[in-house]
């Protein structure tokens, strides 16, 4: 945290062999976008994949919009995660979205779903939000926004199918602390993160965890202009 | 912390009463003497046929204000660029800085060219008060009267960003404006930058960039417990030093065992400077935003002045002493290390450390690998990170960060490994080095 004059630093050049060394054929180096996102891998899984127990999200598949809205995010603070900000600090928006096409373009298999460990009055919770939303308290059905299949709806809304439960859980408390869209004029999950309980996010967290990804393609799908407003400009803003 | 903080207060009162006792004797009065000033110039405007000027001077402030690097402070992560409220750590509290976008009422919207100048030159804000140095005055008042006014112009023209920021915390004793203007009168005079006739134009014009608007010195240079940077009153002041309240060192640019550039082509250190890579080299860390938000912005001819300018610095370090034979123990940690490289480097910094010039870093004979103290590449290890996307490097390779990966342990012991292998002769790392620098990761 301690950054005095960080921002004026200049620091850690990372310098060069003198003629003492042997000097060793250099690696070889592919010139992609693969290569590129090594970082990424690190934790995320190579191919974009991490494991189905990981805390980190899949990033193979997810829409590039919000892909590349995540990335900005987090580099800006907007999206609080210091590792995530330390990493693309100095990295351009054109640069971001280039990566977001990257993972967008991935098609990889999901995992299984995780076993459900949910009652069936869990369950009924947890497919009432999905379905129909609660509308006494402001809150949609989530298939308005994340599709009838729960596959996201392109380019800026993700799907909720194939995420390890604990990173749902962990989302869902960072949307109600406000964490995740902090100084975006629209902030519609933190408002809906708000009004749900611990008891349904839960019970969203581990149904959704539970549900088998299907398998066709649903890019076709458009946000219906009411929840576009109220996304406000997360569904506007992009380096396109 | 709590020790280098005590230290540092009981410094400053010693000095004080030292100094007040020297005042005395001598029937001063502390307040800094500035033989260089000019009489103050109130311009009042521009006339219909001054516009076309004016445009030009705006665009060449607009550079020069990429130069020093104002964005780089006045800008908080993903704020509104020179809207201030970022924040900067220091031993001595948190400054906020300020929002110079012109703004009439939380800007400088008010200010004229003469206040604004009377900051840059003299480190004073329009209503006289002394400003805190983490400003870095020390530094921009080597800058000439003509640029400061074309950085004013283009500030002033900028659009006005409505945006209170919080006042700084300043710590007792430090918040005691009489110390602040004791420290500015002993470390601090103000003075443009007066070139050497010795020297050519070109080198001139480096110097003035470097030890200007570049301001180098603010990192690059150790600094006393009282935050002036040592060696201040004359000579060179870019040997090198822990950045204030960063878990980062800034090499010494006059050492060839650290980032010396004696011994480069100017055109290699030109490149490092505007792309962040070169051939032998990349940056991270505070020098990867330094050239993101600057240096990749420099004229041809101006990096190459910087070039020629840091190339010249003369030689100061003395050898670093060899290492300490390593003993059965250190042996079976390095063998950790090496099995660790194998896993988790070898397929970027190859396995003889060759890597893959302007790519990887090579990792043999490196010399930010093999410094000490070791806190860049223990942090580098830890974080990861990309050099700056550049326009003559728009998609650059990266490193992964490991801190969610390795241990305390397996960091010091792959680290402890590249600094005995290939031919790098440094010492061993522990695993208290690797702990101490994970602060500021979460």
Redesign the interface.
Known sequence: ??????????????????A??????????PDTMA??V??????HGSEGVAGKDSFYPRLAGKPKGYLFNQLRDF????RYY??M????????D??LM?MASHFADLKQPYPPPEPASLTPGEAALARRLIENGDSARNIPACVECHGKALMGTPPFIPGLLGLPRMYMVAQFGAWRSGGLLR?RKADCMSEIGKQLTVEETNALAAWLSSRPVPERDFSVATLAAEMAQRCGDIVRSSAE | MMKRGSLAVILTLVTVLAILLVLAGLGLSPGPADSTSMPPEEKTGTTAADSGSLRLRQERGRYLAQLANCMGCHTAQGGQPYAGGKELPTPFGTFITSNITPDKQTGIGNWNEQDFWKALHEGKSRDGRPLYPAFPYTEYTKISREDSDAIFSHLQSLAPVAQENPSGRIQFPYNFQPLLSLWRFIYFKPGVYQADSGQSGEWNRGAYLVQGLGHCSACHAERNPLGAVVGAAGGETLGGGQIMGSNWYAPSLTSSFEAGSAGWPLDEIARLLTTGVSLKAATSGPMADVVRQSLQHLTAEDARAMAVYLKSLPESAQPPPPPQAINEQGRAWLERGSAIYEKHCKDCHGSSGEGAPGIYPPLAGNRGVVMTPPVNAIRSILIGGYPPSTSGNPKPYGMPPFAQVLRDDEVAMVLSYIRTAWGNAASLVTRDQVDKSRVGLH
């Open positions: 945290m301690k950054t005095f004059f960080l921002m004026m630093a200049i620091c850690s050049i990372v310098l060069a062999p003198g003492e060394f042997a000097v060793a054929a250099a690696v070889d180096v290569e590129r090594k970082p990424c891998v690190a934790c580099r800006d603070g907007r210091r590792p900000a330390l990493l693309l600090e100095n990295l351009s054109e640069y280039e100084g």
